[in-house]
Structures are given as structure tokens and as C-alpha cells.
């Protein structure tokens, strides 16, 4: 399975949606992870297009980057308004070494989202990660743990059952000038 990650930026979003019909044919091997920068009307019609493909996804609620940093509340509000009675997504939660889970929880909570299971993104290690996940667990399955391996060690997805697990990993290899990559 493949699980791309994008930023929710316009040209990323509109890049899902002109890829509907090749999503669509292959809907059991990609499903898509996007962390929202931003309450847009092109963002919603993603969603909008993913949902009606039926595509699997994952919407990051506690985004590090962007306008909706800190805003939970919003994103979770547009996914109860865009998704309602859609339940093939996971709202996706990311956490590192100080995020506090519990009010994010509380707010899918308040929403009841209907969807089937949460992905977390581990974007640094935690001493407490086997606690965290089992409170959240009590809300709500874990479907996927991405382990970035770009914030955690090689050894840090032993944690995770083998049913779960996702590696998160950059393999471009940057060029210092564009004219350097050959076509």
C-alpha cells in the first residue's frame, strides 16, 4: 500500500483531484495522508472528489504547519460538514515527543465523525508512546502508525503491530540547482 503524504496546498489538492480516474482504478493500493495549511474552498472540493471515488484517506487534524496550526476545531468541523455519512477515512493525529493528544480526541469525540479508525503519524519519539496509544485507542482503533523516520529511530516501529505499520521516509535526492536533474 502506498500512502502519499501532501501538505493540503492548492496545487497538491487540485493535483488529487485531476488524479480522480487513476485513484479510483487503484483504490486498494494508494491511500492518501494530507495535512490541511488552510480552510479553502479547493480543499473542501478534494475531499469532496476523494469521497465520491470512495478512496480511502487520512485528513491530519493537528497540522505543524500553515494557517490551521492550533485549530483542531476547524478542521474537524469541515470534515463533519464535507464527509457526513462517509466513513472511508481516518482523521489523522500527529504526535512527537510533547503533543498533547487528549484534547484532540476530545474534539473528534464531540463531533462522532462515523469514520473507521485513526492514523497517527509519529513524528518523534516518545518514552510514553505505548500509554498514548492505548488512551487513544479507547476512543477510537488505530489503523495506521506512519513512523517518520526522518524524527525517529530505525528501531522505534517495533512499537507498532506489523498490521499498522507505515513507513514515512524521504528518498529524493535533492540537486542543489534544477538544471542538475536530468530528464
Known sequence: MYYPYLRGKQF????????????????????????????????????????????????????????LINNSATIIDILHQELQDYSNFQPGIIIDEKTNVAPIIEKLKDFNLGTNGLTIVHNGERDDVLQVLENIEHYEAIRNNIINFNGTGRRYYRNFSVATRVSLDDYFRALDRNKDYAF
Not at 487540485?14 to 488524479?19: G, N, T, V, W
Not at 487513476?22 to 479553502?40: D, F, Q, W
Not at 472540493?45 to 487520512?58: C, G, R, V, W
Request: glycine share 2%; no cysteine.
Open 12 to 67: 497538491e489538492l487540485i493535483a488529487l483531484r485531476e488524479l480522480v480516474d487513476l485513484l479510483a482504478a487503484n483504490r486498494s493500493k494508494i491511500s492518501p495522508v494530507i495535512e490541511p495549511v488552510k480552510n479553502s474552498t479547493t480543499f473542501r472540493k478534494a475531499l469532496q472528489a476523494l469521497k465520491d471515488i470512495n478512496l480511502n484517506f487520512s485528513i491530519i487534524v493537528n497540522p505543524q504547519v500553515g494557517d
